[in-house]
């Protein structure tokens, strides 16, 4: 009887798992790899949304706050500005009003603007114009546009302890977009030129 | 019949026998090579977004201290003309006029915004400086020139890498 030459025997049972805990390994390696590789990409994509909504964010707000002339009252989650003496009355008109509120619970920050189509009233630059916008606001007067989004903390503040000598407005932020959280500040001027001439 | 010595030492080297060291290092070097290929292109992609956040720190900085330094009025109060700081202007909160902010600067950890506060963490890596200079630009279809001051800012990081501004001011007619 021939024996078998030990060339053309069978792997044994030892060599078959080796072999398959080796190739496991290899599988795995490259899994964690290819993982590796996915995070990267999105952490890279995390980059580009967070400079991205900076970059909208601070454009966005810059762009509402410059073309005003007065901050009229501010709090904690509120800024009501007066645009621009339109009318040259030097007094602040519905039209000439602008409000940016923060929603804590939306994560928004909202713009209004009265619409143009609205009759006119005059204010007088003593009333509160936190409650004659909140007022207008729930009459649908001032009709609100989302200006910014992600937003989970907002604090406005300014360069003068009398809001009506303000030149300076800053807003200072936490956008949340992707998995990011960051903090932004937006500094503008307003035009307190305007009124001198 | 006797085994032939020939064949006998041939069957032996086609036999499975492990890998040789060089098989181990050329296999080797290539694994590495796929390695750190993709893991380039990692680093590479995670780069590039920080250098893009970085540089939107930069910019609206510059923007930021542009805004306040432009706030201020062309001409003093007080009537003071030298570019730089006036008697007793110790802070940026004090300055009353344009040139005020000439010479002024900011080193990396130490910003604050124009209401008194500190800024937050992502700018305090950057230092930040202004100069205020007599300017003036020529109109051609005006046939003169229009005097003035020329605000730079300059918004620097750790690196070195910098963001400039600059904006021109005219005087005022009156």
């Known amino acids: ?197 | 019949m006797a085994p032939d010595p020939i064949a006998f030492a041939a069957r032996r080297r086609g036999r499975p026998h492990g890998f040789t060291l060089l098989e181990v290092l050329i296999g080797s070097v290539i694994l590495a090579a796929i390695v750190l290929t993709i893991g380039g292109s990692i680093t590479a992609g995670q780069q590039q977004g920080l250098s893009g956040l970085e540089q939107a720190y930069r910019m609206e900085l510059v923007e930021n201290t542009a805004d306040r330094v432009l706030a201020l009025p062309y001409n003093d109060p007080e009537g003071d003309t030298a570019a730089g700081p006036d008697t007793g202007e110790t802070t940026a909160l004090l300055f009353d006029a344009l040139d005020d902010y000439h010479g002024w600067s900011e080193s990396a950890g130490s910003l604050t915004t124009s209401a008194g506060a500190a800024l937050p963490t992502p700018y305090q890596g950057l230092s930040r400086s202004v100069t205020v200079a007599d300017a003036s630009v020529s109109v051609a279809t005006m046939g003169g020139s229009i005097a003035g001051k020329e605000v730079t800012v300059t918004v620097t990081d750790a690196d070195g890498v910098s963001a400039v501004v600059r904006r021109f001011v005219a005087e005022p007619s009156s």
């Not at chain 1, 509160?128 to 009459?139: E, K």
């Open chain 1, 1 to 197: 009887m021939r024996r078998p030459s030990p060339c053309r025997r069978g792997l044994t049972l030892v060599e078959l798992l080796l072999a398959s805990a080796g190739a496991a390994l290899v599988a795995a390696a490259a899994l964690a790899v290819l993982g590796v590789a996915q995070y990267g990409e999105e952490d890279a994509h995390d980059y580009r949304t967070l400079v991205a909504s900076r970059k909208a964010a601070h454009a966005r707000l810059t762009a509402s706050l410059r073309e005003c002339r007065q901050v009229l009252a501010f709090g904690a989650d509120y800024m009501v500005l007066w645009r621009s003496d339109l009318d040259g009355d030097d007094t602040p008109d519905l039209l000439e009003l602008r409000r940016l509120s923060y929603d804590a619970a939306a994560d928004t920050i909202t713009l209004y603007d009265a619409d143009p189509s609205a009759t006119d009233v005059s204010y007088a630059l003593t009333d509160n114009f936190q409650t004659v916008t909140d007022g207008l606001i729930t009459a649908g007067t001032m009709t609100g546009r989302t200006w910014v989004t992600e937003v989970d903390a907002f604090t406005p503040t300014l360069d003068d302890a009398t809001a009506a000598d303000a030149a300076v407005v800053v807003l200072t932020l936490r956008i949340t977009p992707g998995a990011f959280d960051d903090w932004l500040v937006v500094e503008s001027r307003l035009r307190t030129d305007e009124g001198s001439s």
